[in-house]
Every structure is written in structure tokens, then in C-alpha cells.
């Protein structure tokens, strides 16, 4: 990738904190476990392919150990029921698979499926005070924007399952958007405050900030799994122009790249220069005055094409579900290995029952 996703000089504190991780990391890979997950509320989309999806892979590639977590219970954090959780699980499964996870090497893994993880939650929840939960922005936020008209003490406690979900595997890394930091700057204060009062058992884990290009929904607003407003990486070529022809443009028939000014038209000009490793500014250019309808086929070509050796290995595999299955189910027995001797040690400092 050039000039599109460079990512830009650190500034903030945490910014600088996860570019040098970066360079850690390229010096000695074996070192680090990354801990990443998706919440299976629907398929992914073109904004996790650039923004986490591609980071994953390559995290895998330098020999990091990556572990994967499709955070089922999470699902029910802004909403009653947790619908079509397995068709968004085999989605997933098929994504990751296609994108070039690899199975032998990464782990992926579910909430519901590992005991010994949620029961972290449990001493986890006592290191924390109800205000420091009910101050997060982050969950401020889901709040505000949430399908329930109450919120329940999910909500609330996620951050903290959120610790346990690193802290049972002793995730080093989380690889993280802006929002997801303060849920991360709670595990590390739950790791620090269980050390301090048990004994020395969880490592500090950081996070590593990914330089992901904004792009905007087709409605021009963020772009999400569950408002029907994005590419799912699984669609196919007609579906994609669909999409593409529904987006949000202006009326100036004369294609700029002006995020700032222009949000819908420079996301779509951004997607095509993504998807062809090219400037943005050029690509802009290049389509000048032609207008919403040669700048949306320019953009349904450029995706159509970057994606069609992927989605051709993802129907392959939708082919073979039963195999798909097997590599949750792997993954999990290897989840719960990581965590039941976590929880051991917790028992063990705690001076539990066993
Ligand atoms: N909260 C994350 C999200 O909504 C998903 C998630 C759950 C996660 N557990 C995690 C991410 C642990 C990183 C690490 O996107």
C-alpha cells in the first residue's frame, strides 16, 4: 500500500506507544499473542477488510501468535436477542478463512464456548468501581445509540468480560480502533489492580493502533455491520454495483478528493484507490468531470476486481461448512486449554477452592 493508507506521523501518547510496539514486534514476532475479535451481528465489510481484516493476516505472517475471538456474548449488549448468530458465525469463519487465516497457525475462538473465560469476569468485576464502569465514553456512546430502552448490567460490564476475554489467553496486543481504547485502558487497570492485591499473574497487554482509512457507509454515515449500509466482503459482483449505485454522492458533477467538504463522493473515490493501490487524488482526477455515474463503475470495478480471488476462495469453503465448523471447534478446545490454566493460576493466588 502507498500514499492511501501511510499511516500518518504519531502524535498522541498512544499513538506513539503503538508505533514502537510495531517495531518490537517486527523485531521478535514470537513474543506477542494479539487478541482481536468481531461480534457476529452481521457480515463484514469493506471497512474491516482495510481496517483490521488485512492487519490480521499480516500480524499471522510475521509469526505473532493470533488469537481471534467471536465474542458471542457481547452480542447482547445493545439488544434483547442475539438473532442469526449462526449464519454470522459460519460468515466469520468463511471471512477469515478466505482472507488467508490460517488455521494451523491462528486461533479462532467463541465466548460461550470457553467456561473458563467467563468465569474471569467474576474476581475481574470486584477490581472495578460502578463509577469507573459507567464513566467509559465508549459504552456512553453504545448507549445513547442503542435498540434497548433500558440498559442492562451487560452493557455496563463489558469492558471487564472484555479484560477476561484478553486476560484468559494473556493477550499481549489488541489491535484497536480509537473507540476500543478506553475498554482497553480498563483490562490493563484490571491486570495492574489484580497483580497488586494477588500476586503477579497477568501480563499488562497494549494496544496497537490501526491506521484504518475512514470510510463512510453508503448513507454517508459510519459504516456498519448491522445498518445495511456497507459492501459485505461475501457479496457478489451484482450486489456490490447495487450497493455502489445506491451510495450517497453530491450534486457537483466534477469528482474531487476532499474528505473534509465532500464525505460521500471522497469515500467512494478512497475505496477505488484502496482497491487499486493508488492515490486518491489521481484517481479523482482521472474521473474529473464524468460524474456519480463513471466514479461508482469505476468503484464497483476496482472492488469487484480486488475481491474476486477471495470471494472465489470463500464460496470454495462455504462449500465444506462441516470443515469451516471444525476450525472453531478446534480453536476453542485451545482457547479453553489457555484459559482454564489462567484460571488455575487465579485460583492459586486467590487461595480459592479447588
Ligand atoms: N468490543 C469489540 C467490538 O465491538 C469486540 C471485542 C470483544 C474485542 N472482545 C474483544 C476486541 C477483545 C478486542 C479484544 O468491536
Redesign the pocket.
Known amino acids: 500500500m502507498t500514499i492511501t493508507t501511510a499511516p500518518t506521523p504519531p502524535t498522541t501518547p498512544a499513538e506513539h506507544r503503538s508505533a514502537e510496539l510495531e517495531h518490537h514486534i517486527a523485531q521478535d514476532p514470537g513474543r506477542f499473542r494479539v ?5 457476529p451481528t452481521g457480515p463484514l465489510h469493506l471497512g474491516h477488510y482495510f481496517g483490521t481484516l488485512r492487519n490480521r493476516v499480516r500480524l499471522q505472517d510475521l509469526g505473532v501468535d493470533v488469537m481471534i ?1 467471536i ?1 458471542d456474548y ?1 452480542v447482547l449488549t445493545d439488544r434483547d436477542t442475539a438473532e442469526r448468530l449462526g449464519e454470522y458465525t459460519d460468515g466469520l469463519l468463511l471471512d477469515y478463512l478466505a482472507l488467508g487465516i490460517d488455521p494451523a497457525r491462528s486461533t479462532v475462538f467463541n ?1 460461550s464456548a470457553v467456561p473458563a473465560l467467563n468465569q474471569l469476569l467474576l474476581p475481574f468485576l470486584s477490581l472495578v468501581s460502578v463509577a469507573e464502569l459507567s464513566r467509559n465514553p ?1 459504552v456512553k456512546d453504545e448507549i445513547a445509540h442503542s435498540r434497548q430502552s433500558v440498559v442492562s448490567g451487560l452493557m455496563l460490564t ?2 471487564a ?2 479484560a477476561a ?2 486476560l484468559s489467553c494473556k ?1 499481549s496486543v ?4 480509537q ?2 481504547l478506553p ?2 485502558e480498563l ?1 490493563r487497570t484490571i491486570a495492574r489492580r489484580f497483580n497488586e492485591r494477588y500476586g503477579n499473574v497477568f501480563p499488562e497487554p497494549d494496544a496497537l493502533l490501526s491506521a484504518a482509512p475512514l470510510l463512510l457507509g453508503t448513507d454517508g454515515t459510519k459504516m456498519s455491520k448491522s445498518r445495511a449500509n456497507s459492501v459485505p466482503l461475501g457479496a457478489t459482483a451484482d450486489e456490490t454495483a447495487r450497493l455502489i449505485r445506491g451510495a450517497t454522492t453530491d450534486a457537483d458533477r466534477h469528482i474531487t478528493y476532499d474528505p473534509g467538504t465532500r464525505p460521500g463522493v471522497s469515500s467512494l473515490v478512497l475505496l477505488a484507490a484502496l482497491c487499486l493501490e493508488r492515490d486518491p487524488h489521481q484517481v479523482a482526477a482521472e474521473i474529473g468531470d464524468g460524474g456519480a455515474a463513471v466514479l461508482k463503475r469505476t468503484v464497483t470495478d476496482a472492488v469487484n476486481s480486488h475481491l474476486a480471488p477471495y470471494r472465489a476462495r470463500r464460496a470454495e469453503y462455504a462449500r465444506d461448512l462441516p470443515y469451516v465448523r471444525s476450525v472453531l471447534r478446534a480453536g476453542n478446545e485451545r482457547a479453553n486449554a489457555l484459559a482454564e490454566a489462567t484460571l488455575e493460576e487465579v485460583r492459586e493466588a486467590m487461595g480459592t477452592f479447588r
Open positions: 487478541l482481536t475479535g468481531d461480534r475471538l465474542p457481547q465466548h465508549t463489558y469492558p468480560h472484555q476475554d484478553i493477550g489488541v489491535p484497536v480502533g473507540d476500543q475498554h482497553l483490562s
